[in-house]
């Protein structure tokens, strides 16, 4: 009778170690599953090509730019107020590509805006935009300005999410 109850016994430890050790495990997987999906953002580094608060172009617009011709158009565009007009920057297509946010015209000083991140993701590159404007009531230079900033990374063929 003690052999039988010695064995009912271990029995129910072993049962009740499964209890435990097979949750145990799932949520380990989960956690090691979901570590390496955050592992997969990726921030990239980036190169400013231009920056500055006056240029042509007066919408508030995005680019994505992967190729010469889009890349002169709007170099061409933005400094249409500047003669002559200089040579775009140099750059390889095939391994860069150029992101440019304008924040459009303003009639005053005080504005700007900055490209702070650009993060490489499983499906996508989200680029980190800030914004600044004057408070109001503030002394800002009364001139037309249009921000903009415009910078050089690795080429990346996904979708671009422009976050702000």
């Not at 995005?62 to 200089?86: A, F, Q």
């Not at 499983?122 to 600044?132: D, G």
Request: charged residues 25%.
């Amino acid at each position: 009778m003690q052999m039988r109850s010695g064995i009912k016994f271990e029995r129910e430890i072993v049962l009740n170690m499964k209890k435990v050790i097979i949750p145990l495990v799932l949520i380990s997987i989960l956690l090691v599953s979901g570590c390496v999906t955050q592992l997969s953002d990726q921030e990239l580094t980036f190169e400013t090509i231009s920056k500055g608060s006056s240029s042509g172009h007066d919408e508030r617009k995005d680019y994505v730019i992967k190729d010469l011709s889009e890349w002169g158009d709007l170099w061409s565009k933005m400094h249409s107020i500047v003669l002559p007009t200089p040579n775009p920057p140099n750059v390889n297509f095939e391994d860069e590509m150029i992101i440019a946010v304008f924040q459009g015209r303003h009639f005053t000083g005080g504005y700007a805006i900055e490209i702070t991140q650009i993060v490489e993701k499983e499906n996508s590159v989200e680029i980190f935009v800030k914004e600044i404007s004057p408070p109001p009531d503030s002394m800002v230079t009364q001139a037309f300005t249009q921000p903009y900033h415009i910078v050089k990374v690795k080429r990346v063929d996904k979708e671009v999410v422009f976050i702000r």
